[in-house]
Nanobody, 120 residues
Framework: VQLVESGGGLVQAGGSLRLSCAAS????????MTWYRQAPGNQRELVAGITSGGSTHYGDSVKGRFTISRDNREKKVYLQMSSLKTEDTAVYSCSAGVQSSYFGPVIDYWGQGTQVTVSS
């Protein structure tokens, strides 16, 4: 199973970006999909998560500015980021809990991350 993020880049404060994460490989079902971020010198931070049924939760620092969504058929998760701040600068990674067969365990997989840089 592979997760590949895209959509990162450089944006001015107040701007928007949309990140995507695509899952591929031996996938029977994807459970919760989650975006994390990590800035240099900081601990990894949960940004947003979404269950297979569409329930969402957000980190306090992004509530009201970021929106997570997913396309189960395409096996993708998205992160729409608006009103970006310089403190949102980080490497953003997606994670997914994946079952490769009906009776198989749920295994967490991670993407390689995509850099988001917000300039003042």
């Amino acid at each position: 199973v592979q997760l590949v993020e895209s959509g990162g880049g450089l944006v001015q404060a107040g701007g928007s970006l949309r990140l995507s994460c695509a899952a591929s490989g031996s996938i029977f079902r994807i459970n919760t999909m989650t975006w994390y971020r990590q800035a240099p010198g900081n601990q990894r931070e949960l940004v947003a998560g979404i269950t297979s049924g569409g329930s969402t939760h957000y980190g306090d620092s992004v509530k009201g500015r970021f929106t997570i969504s997913r396309d189960n058929r395409e096996k993708k998760v998205y992160l729409q980021m608006s009103s970006l701040k310089t403190e949102d600068t980080a490497v953003y990674s997606c994670s997914a809990g994946v079952q490769s067969s009906y009776f198989g365990p749920v295994i967490d997989y991670w993407g390689q991350g995509t850099q988001v840089t917000v300039s003042s």
